[in-house]
């Protein structure tokens, strides 16, 4: 319900504030005076694309800003999906600069055109006779259906059974392409598992190939040097090993000779124990150094294949080449098992489908037992609106499965006495479009939250009973849900809870509309000047008032 509504710097309105009525407020005004204006404004709040051409000054932005009660409009998950703070009153702010930029808020965080197109769609519903093709449209068609029967709890059914089915669906279509692609690369995979298996590679024995290949690959130098150095440690006259020898034991003579000397004599210690070592160490290493050229041509031939296929695949270690033989043998398997894989996932998409079938067959059925009662109610509402001779019906055609159900609707319509029905879209007039959708809102004001309905001069062309029919029917769709009417007839205007006035103010500059609630008197007048002119005699003031009582 909209509480509050502001527009500042818009076309002709420099400052307009209006709080309308929660029940039906009218609106008039002379021709030209503003009120298309308004709803121009509204629309961009709704999401409708801006111009700078609508500013009035030319140095200022223009604002327009709406307040609106939604407690009744189940927003919250709208509000959560767009992460925005929901508020009982929620507040839309449209701007437009000077420079052309235009910018939306909800409860002033920035919002996108998109999101405010959805949200504004859920609040506010304008209705003119140049409005009206949604109307023509099967979706909308099939939402009226809906909203009559009272499918609700069906639809959403039905919906998350659809979701399901496309869940399903699209996980067999995804497991028949994969097989389709692993199809073509099984045999090649095998065959690159197969030739990195046959390797049986364990981790880290690259760099022990490579070790040990050095050392045959050089065995017989290596085993002679070892052994020059052995012979200068080992030999008897002039080894090394002979000469520290001799050292050690002048030393242990210094030590007794003097103290002073058992320092040095323990540090010669740990380096002739050292040696020793170090010549055990060698001819530990020179017995271990074999000639081998068997030996040497496995490892050759060994770390060549393990080469060639590290280059094939682009690797540098054995660890690299053992993930991608894990990586394989998993294809391998899933390709070896993908059968059994297909047939479970083609049972899940054969129940799915079934539940689907099931589902939507409830959903249709509920929405064709509706046609006969609201085919019957849209006539007679519309015989009461001046079209005696209008017939309707309602078409159904089963559909391949989508979101909305299983069914496509179409309203079948004549507005002549004898005429063929045909689909609403080619043969209504927009007065009858208007008229229809004004019939279809008032059987739908006790069936569903309607945002607020802005009836903007639906009453054009008609007249006397027919104008007094609509408006109560207006009436009664504000007892439950907020109407704003721009009527140009005074007694549809005289039926209001509250009575808008809008005109021209040509004091300053530039013309600008002003809007006005008149009160009990100056609504008399207003309504007078409506019956007979500017300047009203005293019989149509008196028309105007027994308007007001009737």
Do not use: W
Request: charged share 25%; aromatic share 6%.
């Amino acid at each position: 319900m909209l509480k509050s509504l502001s527009i500042s710097n818009y076309a002709l309105i420099d400052q307009l504030d209006m709080q309308p009525s929660k029940g039906l407020s009218m609106i008039t005004g002379e021709t030209g005076a503003g009120k298309s204006i308004m709803l121009g404004a509204v629309g961009l709040l709704l999401g409708n694309r801006s111009d700078t051409k609508v500013l009035l000054h030319d140095d200022k932005k223009c604002v327009v800003e709406g307040a609106f009660d939604i407690r009744e409009y189940g927003l919250n998950k709208f509000f959560e999906q767009e992460e925005l703070d929901y508020e009982e009153t929620c507040i839309i702010r449209r701007e437009i600069s000077p420079g052309g930029k235009s910018r939306s808020f909800v409860n002033d965080t920035p919002v996108l055109l998109e999101s405010l197109k959805i949200l504004g769609s859920k609040l506010m519903d304008v209705h003119s006779q140049h409005d009206t093709l949604q109307l023509g449209e099967g979706s909308y068609q099939l939402s009226l259906v809906d909203a009559f029967a009272s499918t609700s709890s069906e639809l959403d059914s039905y919906q998350l059974k659809f979701k399901s089915f496309k869940k399903a669906k699209r996980q067999f279509e995804e497991l028949k392409q994969k097989a389709f692609e692993m199809q073509k690369e099984a045999d090649y995979n095998q065959f690159q598992l197969d030739e990195l298996s046959a390797l049986t590679l364990v981790a880290g024995e690259q760099a022990e190939l490579e070790s040990a290949q050095e050392v045959l690959e050089n065995a017989e130098e290596i085993k002679l040097k070892i052994n020059e150095m052995l012979a200068l440690f080992q030999e008897e006259q002039i080894g090394i090993i002979q000469g520290l020898a001799q050292i050690q034991h002048g030393m242990q003579s210094l030590e007794r000779l003097a103290h002073k000397f058992s320092e040095i004599r323990e540090r010669f210690q740990s380096v002739f124990i050292e040696v020793k070592d170090l010549t055990e160490t060698l001819i530990d290493e020179e017995s271990k150094v074999e000639i081998d050229f068997a030996k040497l041509d496995q490892i050759r031939e060994r770390l060549s294949k393990i080469y060639q296929l590290q280059k094939k695949h682009g690797v540098n270690s054995v660890e690299e080449l053992m993930q991608i033989e894990n990586e394989l043998a998993d294809k391998v398997f899933q390709f070896q098992n993908l059968d059994e894989s297909l047939a479970e996932a083609e049972k899940s998409l054969k129940e799915a489908q079934a539940l689907l079938a099931d589902s939507g067959a409830l959903l249709t059925k509920k929405r064709q037992s509706c046609f006969p009662l609201f085919e019957k109610q849209l006539q007679e509402l519309l015989i009461g609106l001046g079209m005696e001779n209008a017939r309707i019906q309602f078409e159904h055609k089963p559909v391949s499965p989508s979101l909305s159900g299983l069914d496509e609707v179409e309203i079948l319509f004549s507005a002549n006495k004898g005429g063929v029905l045909q689909p609403l879209k080619k043969v209504a007039s927009g007065g009858e479009f208007s008229r229809l959708l004004f019939a279809i809102k008032y059987l739908m004001a006790d069936k569903m939250a309607l945002p607020t309905l802005i009836f903007d001069e639906i009453d054009t062309g008609i007249s006397g009973e027919v104008a007094l029919q609509m408006v109560r029917m207006m009436k009664e769709i504000a007892t439950r849900h907020q109407v704003i009417c721009i009527t140009h007839l005074p007694q549809v205007a005289a039926k209001g809870d509250l009575h808008y006035f809008v005109y021209k103010d040509n004091s300053s500059e530039k013309t600008i509309s002003k809007i006005k609630l008149l009160a009990a008197e100056e609504r008399v007048t207003e309504l007078a000047k409506m019956i007979a002119g500017a300047n009203p005699s005293t019989s149509a003031l008196e028309s105007a008032k027994e308007l007001l009582l009737n």
